[in-house]
């Protein structure tokens, strides 16, 4: 059932972008801000107890509903089910429409929209990166495959639809919170609700980053992935989610600058562009082959 769910979310994902805006689940931007008015100023131990909370309370039903689903019908019902929850877990929007928009915007020589797009990807105005804004925006795509589309896979096969709920719900909340942060102008005190989040999110993210990493190693160039591991490794920042983000930008560009090589100058930022996006899809169906040898051998079901 895991393989086929993920098949066929996989397929409807492509094939239903026009739904996409229903994977925002802007209600969540209330509901942390409701949750962070009630905490005020409290951090710590009781900042994390409250994050956990924000992302138990809408992952618990997803849970109760398919344990009650089990098997009924021959598991038809359930099925459908992981599907639908799979399929709304991806996201929020599509990755491969949005380095499309970013690569026609290049191509079309339109400023105000290569920054409108580089600003989804990079969850920040390219400005702030100045010279180094094409670098930065290739480094997002590999982090955002991983937010999006790496780690929601994992904690499905893992948890089935609650796992990759929980993912979903964590990444969203984590968002909300660097969100507020920066439309205030205040940065984020350290254990505070936001932090809390990061670092639940940072934790769920931990292994699928790694499993990444080495997916964009196979699909790409793995000699070059594996001597930006190590650096990766050597200077490796404080916050567990920075760790993993750095590890995926690291290995990710890694992988795809051979294939650069004598592309000319006024080309780059386009075959960068597209060149991270084939490394990433290249990656997820190393990802598919993986998980279909676990379904053959028995590990999952």
């Avoid at 429409?97 to 915007?105: F, K, L, S, T």
């Avoid at 719900?169 to 969100?179: E, G, H, N, V």
């Avoid at 000319?264 to 169906?285: C, K, N, Y």
Wanted: hydrophobic content about 55%; proline content about 4%; overall charge neutral.
């Amino acid at each position: 059932m895991t393989l086929l769910a993920l098949l066929f979310a996989l397929l409807c994902e492509r094939g239903l972008t026009h739904l996409m805006h229903l994977r925002e689940w802007r209600w969540l931007d209330p509901y942390f801000d409701a949750a962070d008015r009630a905490l005020g100023a409290r951090s710590g131990a009781v900042a994390g107890f409250v994050a956990l909370l924000l992302i138990a309370l809408p992952v618990v039903p997803i849970a109760a509903f398919s344990q009650w689903l089990g098997g009924r019908l021959i598991g038809l019902p359930q099925f459908a089910f992981a599907m639908m929850v799979l399929l709304l877990s991806f996201g929020p929007r599509d990755l491969k429409d949005e380095v499309d928009d970013y690569v026609g915007a290049l191509e079309g020589h339109d400023r105000d929209e290569v920054l409108r797009r580089g600003k989804e990807l990079l969850e920040s105005s390219p400005m702030a990166h100045g010279i180094n804004a094409r670098e930065a925006i290739e480094e997002a795509i590999f982090i955002q495959a991983n937010n999006r589309i790496f780690g929601v896979v994992l904690w499905f096969v893992v948890l089935g639809p609650a796992g990759a709920w929980a993912y979903r719900i964590s990444d969203m909340l984590r968002r909300r919170a660097a969100f507020e942060a920066a439309r205030q102008g205040v940065p984020r005190a350290r254990g505070d609700l936001g932090s809390q989040l990061a670092l639940i999110h940072g934790l769920l993210a931990w292994i699928p980053a790694r499993l990444a990493a080495l997916s964009y190693a196979l699909a790409g160039s793995l000699e070059d992935a594996v001597g930006n591991w190590r650096v990766a490794v050597d200077r490796a920042s404080t916050g567990l989610l920075d760790r993993a983000e750095d590890l995926l930008a690291r290995v990710g560009k890694a992988s795809l600058q051979p294939s650069l090589v004598g592309v000319p100058p006024e080309q780059i930022d386009v075959a960068t562009g597209r060149g991270a996006w084939r490394i990433v899809s290249r990656s997820l169906w190393i990802w598919v082959a993986g998980i279909a040898l676990l379904v053959l051998t028995g590990v999952v079901d």
